[in-house]
């Protein structure tokens, strides 16, 4: 297992266009999330999965974002009529829901500029 | 509602000197985590070092280590010995057990490590 995985690296798109970020998480962690961190600020919860549940969405941003894990495996954070506010990195990170509570490991991220 | 403040945007360092961040949050609950994190430039965040609310001693990782309050809810962490490559921004981050909390981290602002050869 290689960790957590973002796809793409980085994304520039127009805006009002919609964009989808992928996150591959560790096989066998069974919660994912979804954070966003803007320049110089401390990542910012939006939303997260426990297996294929989607247990806390009340703080995506708006209902332009959207997120999905089908079957528990990957997941995808769709952004749609992207706005300049979203430039942001987007990041995803994984755990395994156990009696002690052992962080997250965290992908690499997403940026994205919106232009 | 659990919170996390980080009151020093920016610090630095010398090479080889000790530092400590500090990190103080609030919350209600009695079963809790705290941890601490690392993003260098431009490279993903990596766990640091991790607390047990319930245990008195406080954790410790190589050169790192934390002080760990709880009555005074504060978490700070000691950089000893500091390398050029602990150059990075830290984040504090609360977290609850097992069930607990929102089942998400709540991170503070970051503080901004410069370690100066």
């Known amino acids: 297992d290689t960790g957590v995985s973002q796809n793409p690296r980085h994304k520039i798109t127009k805006r009002g266009q919609n964009v989808t970020f992928r996150c591959d998480p560790i096989?066998?962690?069974?919660?994912l999330y979804w954070y966003r961190q803007t320049l110089g600020q401390g990542p910012e919860f939006l939303t997260y999965?426990?297996?294929?549940?989607?247990?806390?969405k009340s703080r995506l941003l708006s209902d332009r974002f959207s997120a999905e894990r089908p079957k528990g495996s990957f997941s995808t954070l769709e952004i749609q009529r992207t706005e300049q506010g979203d430039s942001a990195m987007y990041l995803c990170?994984?755990?395994?829901?156990?009696?002690?509570?052992?962080?997250?490991?965290f992908g690499s991220g997403t940026r994205l500029t919106v232009v | 509602a659990q919170t996390v403040t980080q009151s020093q945007p920016e610090m630095s360092v010398q090479e080889a000197e000790t530092v400590t961040l500090s990190c103080t949050y609030d919350t209600s609950e009695s079963n809790y985590y705290l941890f601490w994190y690392k993003q260098p430039p431009s490279r993903q965040m990596i766990l640091v070092i991790r607390q047990e609310a319930y245990k008195q001693q406080n954790a410790t990782e190589n050169r790192f280590s934390v002080n760990f309050q709880k009555a005074a809810k504060s978490f700070s962490l000691k950089i000893s010995d500091s390398q050029l490559g602990d150059t990075a921004m830290y984040f504090c981050a609360f977290g609850g057990g097992y069930g607990g909390s929102q089942g998400n981290l709540i991170f503070g602002k970051g503080t901004k490590l410069s370690v100066k050869p």
């Open positions: 096989s066998e962690h069974n919660r």
């Open positions: 990170a994984s755990s395994l829901l156990s009696r002690d509570n052992y962080g997250y490991t």
């Open positions: 999965f426990q297996n294929e549940a989607q247990l806390e």
